[in-house]
């Protein structure tokens, strides 16, 4: 079974930068599909970004351009570098891994696997 651990999030003030870090044990991060997906209070789960298994990366249309995806595969790591960071990114922040995506990898119940989550803040 795989196992995801976040790290990286904090408070900071708009237009500053994080690095969230997802770390995965149990299976390699080779040709899977994992995805970063954010929820605030009384919102549903919102996918950000997303890596298929043929490595394509997708983001959402709130992110794009300032957030990037990234994979280290010799720790088994996926990174999400977030930049110029605005208020509404504000939220919990979740790794999801399953084998495949068939939606684009956005779609929560397109994954198995979660981490726990963890908080960002972005202050004016």
């Known amino acids: 079974q795989v196992q995801l651990m976040e790290s990286g999030g904090g408070s900071v003030q708009a237009g500053e930068s994080l690095r969230l870090s997802c770390a995965a044990s149990?299976?390699?991060?080779?040709?899977?599909?994992m995805g970063w997906f954010r929820q605030s209070p009384g919102k549903p789960r919102e996918g950000i970004a997303a890596?298929?298994?043929?490595?394509?990366?997708t983001y959402a249309d709130s992110v794009k351009g300032r957030f990037t995806l990234s994979k280290d595969y010799s720790t088994n790591t996926l990174h999400l570098q977030m930049n110029s960071l605005k208020p509404e990114d504000s939220g919990m922040y979740y790794c999801?891994?399953?084998?495949?995506?068939?939606?684009?990898?956005?779609?929560?119940?397109?994954?198995?696997?979660w981490g726990q989550g963890i908080q960002v803040t972005v202050s004016l």
């Open positions: 149990g299976s390699t991060l080779s040709h899977n599909c």
């Open positions: 999801a891994h399953d084998m495949w995506c068939d939606k684009g990898g956005l779609a929560p119940e397109e994954y198995k696997n």
């Open positions: 890596l298929d298994a043929d490595e394509a990366t």
